[in-house]
């Protein structure tokens, strides 16, 4: 195998060991495609490591995240990223350490959208662990989930129009779609928060609330996926928008998530009608 080979298989293990939701999809896409798109999400995954890390303290994170944002602006040397990041190895994850491996794996011709997405997004992160994480309003929550899931619905629509110069999808609907399913998470992912002393719920919110944000944004998100012709892209998007509202729904029910059952029987909705 050669190296680039080598680096496939290595971030597609990574990918299912960080996010099976986000595997299933990718591992669907077509050759050139899958590399955009899986170094894409390991490279926002590596940033978001650091934002959620249960013991890093707060001024590192921020000095790590404006660190990393700066690098990536000025096209993120191998050996300034592994310099940042060696003084925490034994913290941090591999998804994070590996961040130049990412970048490498990543066609270059989308390379510098992935770059500044993730710069954008890196930025945002340490703002937020700046503020402790405080949402007050929907105007915050709107700000928050912008920065750690809205800027994927845009990078993402930045890699389609790459791929395939027909597809046009809009903007506002991308966010949209990326926020959706964040919101999903944070409802999911509630009782977590709250026992590390994170509420993501703007003040006097209560779950009806977040449930009624969560699925006006999966709205758009159903007019963003409904935009995209048949093929790859179409498929990829499908999916995760599919769980999310089985998610949602599930959730609503009181399960704590989807059964594995349901998220193959959704997964071959999709991959089985393409």
């Known amino acids: 195998m050669t190296e680039i080979e080598i680096l496939h298989k290595e971030a597609m293990d990574m990918l299912l060991a960080t996010s099976r939701t986000f595997f299933i999809p990718i591992h669907h896409l077509p050759s050139g495609l899958q590399e955009a798109i899986a170094a894409a999400y390991l490279c926002m995954r590596a940033i978001d490591e650091i934002e959620d890390h249960p013991t890093l303290p ?45 970048i490498k794996l990543s066609p270059s011709t989308i390379t510098p959208n992935i770059l500044k997405s ?4 890196s930025t945002g992160m340490a ?16 700000d928050y989930t912008f920065y750690v899931a809205g800027l994927v619905g845009i990078l ?10 027909h597809v046009e999808t809009d903007q506002k609907l991308a966010v949209a779609f990326g926020r959706g399913l964040q919101a999903v ?16 719920f703007p003040d006097g919110w209560t779950k009806d609330d977040m449930f009624a944000y969560a699925r006006r944004n999966l709205e758009l998100a159903n007019q963003y996926v409904g935009d995209i ?44 009608g393409k």
């Not at 921020?62 to 592994?82: C, D, G, K, P, V």
């Not at 998470?185 to 993501?200: M, W």
């Open 58 to 102: 707060s001024d590192i994170k921020i000095h790590l995240l404006r660190s990393i944002s700066l690098l990536l602006e000025e096209s993120a040397e191998e050996t300034e990223l592994a310099q940042l990041l060696q003084p925490y190895h034994a913290l941090l994850p591999d998804v994070t350490l590996r961040l130049a491996d990412w």
């Open 118 to 121: 993730t710069a954008i997004m």
């Open 127 to 142: 703002d937020w662990v700046a503020k402790e994480w405080k949402i007050t309003s929907q105007e915050d929550l709107d």
């Open 156 to 165: 993402l629509s930045e890699v389609w129009k790459w791929f395939n110069s």
């Open 185 to 200: 998470n944070i409802i999911r992912n509630r009782d977590e928060d709250l026992a590390r002393g994170t509420d993501f």
């Open 229 to 272: 012709e048949s093929g790859p892209v179409l498929t990829f998007c499908r999916i995760p928008l599919l769980l999310a509202h089985g998610t949602l729904d599930a959730l609503a029910r009181g399960e704590e998530k989807l059964s594995r059952a349901a998220v193959e029987s959704l997964v071959n909705q999709v991959t089985e």
